[in-house]
């Protein structure tokens, strides 16, 4: 069974809207969380990190995170074509290096 | 300059045959991964490995076998290959620490016919 879900696992924003992209653990052992862009056929580069309950902004980008319900959610605010891309979130697992990926979140952002 | 180099890029290999993909990474970081990318399945973890040796092996076949000649170098050997091993495979590295970012090598994309 997949530690980390998605949802939804497509989404369709105009340019300058915002996309919500959310992520759930069902792991109570996984509970910090990273979420990662994948242009298509490269690799997956980190976007943010969220350890700790709350909200954390980078420029266009809101992370938050809830540890009792182990529910985080991106938010990209003013959606560029650029960012389309698949969203995938991570979760820590408990040995070094094992990151549980989610399926991802195909983005698409319509000029 | 990528600072994870993966070897090949792209690789065909006939049914049965053995293959190995090479990793580099020039990060200075102390632990490597591979993890592996399908059309039928969410990147998964395969192998970590700090300091050269193995700390976790996720891979239920023995079919594949990471190999550490040096510290920044981290290969993947897959033997009797099958059609099911089709996939992207990554490298990986970070700072060995539970907390700490891990950066992805771009990949090696293998097909077996």
């Known amino acids: 069974q997949q530690k980390v879900q998605q949802s939804p696992e497509s989404l369709i924003v105009p340019e300058g809207g915002m996309a919500s992209l959310n992520c759930t653990s069902s792991?109570?052992?996984?509970?910090y969380f990273w979420w990662y862009r994948q242009h298509s056929g490269k690799s997956p580069k980190m976007l943010m990190?969220?350890?700790?309950?709350g909200e954390k902004e980078e420029g266009r980008f809101t992370v938050h995170l809830n540890k009792a319900s182990l529910h985080t959610s991106l938010h990209i605010r003013d959606s560029q074509p650029s960012d389309s891309a698949l969203y995938l979130c991570?979760?820590?697992?408990?040995?070094?290096?094992?990151?549980?990926f989610g399926a991802g979140t195909q983005l698409i952002v319509i000029p | 300059d990528p600072k994870i180099i993966q070897k090949p890029k792209y690789l065909v290999a006939v049914t049965g045959s053995e293959k190995i993909l090479i990793c580099e990474q020039y990060?200075?970081?102390?632990?490597m991964y591979w993890y592996r990318q399908s059309a039928k399945k969410p990147l998964e973890f395969m192998f970590s490995?700090?300091?050269?040796?193995?700390?976790d092996n996720q891979t239920a076949s023995s079919r594949f076998q990471p190999q550490s000649s040096k510290k920044n170098h981290l290969d993947l050997q897959i033997t009797a290959l099958k059609p099911d091993d089709s996939a992207t495979y990554f490298c990986?590295?970070?700072?060995?620490?539970?907390?700490?970012?891990?950066?992805f090598g771009k990949g090696t994309r293998l097909t077996v016919v």
């Open positions: 990986a590295s970070s700072q060995a620490g539970l907390g700490t970012e891990v950066f």
């Open positions: 792991d109570r052992n996984v509970d």
């Open positions: 990190s969220i350890f700790s309950n």
């Open positions: 991570a979760g820590r697992g408990s040995a070094l290096g094992r990151l549980h």
């Open positions: 990060l200075g970081h102390n632990a």
């Open positions: 490995y700090s300091y050269q040796k193995l700390m």
